[in-house]
């Protein structure tokens, strides 16, 4: 995350603040690599700009990129139930672009997970998992299997009658 953090760095160094289209990429790598580092006040500063971005380009897969960002950034600041509600809304939003709608379902599930919605997490994540086995994507495949491995293995904690009740409230 280190290095991709910079490199994004550089990529809007480079890149006026006018030239808003080309900033995003780089700006959702940021977001995405300051929040893997725990570094939540950084990654919320270059989730401005790229809400901004967003708001003024306005197209739904732009739109959904954004709350996908919005989840990730809600997840690194411990905030499970806002990480639900961009993850969910970024679902919506990328239902044209499987792969992105699969790296949402991630992010979903991990939200879940964190709200000790385990069953529900299991199914995020075995949605992901079947999204990127159609897609051939190896190694985001391998990402959701560990993640719906980790919600199963949280549901069986949990027990099923526990885990089912609190599942039903949402």
């Not at 550089?10 to 289209?21: E, F, I, M, T, Y």
């Not at 967003?54 to 989840?71: D, E, N, Q």
């Amino acid at each position: 995350p280190a290095d991709a953090a910079d490199a994004a760095e550089r990529v809007l160094r480079r890149l006026p603040p006018a030239d808003v289209l080309g900033r995003v990429p780089a700006l959702e790598l940021l977001v995405r690599a300051r929040a893997e580092l725990g570094r939540v006040d950084e990654a919320r500063a270059a989730f401005e700009e790229l809400e901004r971005a967003g708001a003024l380009l306005g197209t739904p897969y732009l739109l959904g990129r954004v709350r996908l960002a919005a989840g990730r950034l809600a997840l690194a600041a411990g905030d499970h139930e806002e990480a639900r509600r961009a993850s969910e809304d970024a679902i919506d939003r990328l239902s044209a672009a499987p792969y992105d709608a699969a790296v949402a379902r991630l992010s979903l599930a991990r939200a879940l997970l964190g709200l000790r919605r385990s069953d529900s997490a299991a199914a995020a994540a075995r949605a992901a998992r079947d999204a990127f086995a159609a897609l051939g994507a190896v190694r985001e495949l391998g990402a959701a299997e560990a993640l719906l491995a980790a919600a199963e293995d949280a549901s069986g904690a949990l027990g099923s009658g526990a885990s089912g009740a609190h599942d039903a409230r949402s």
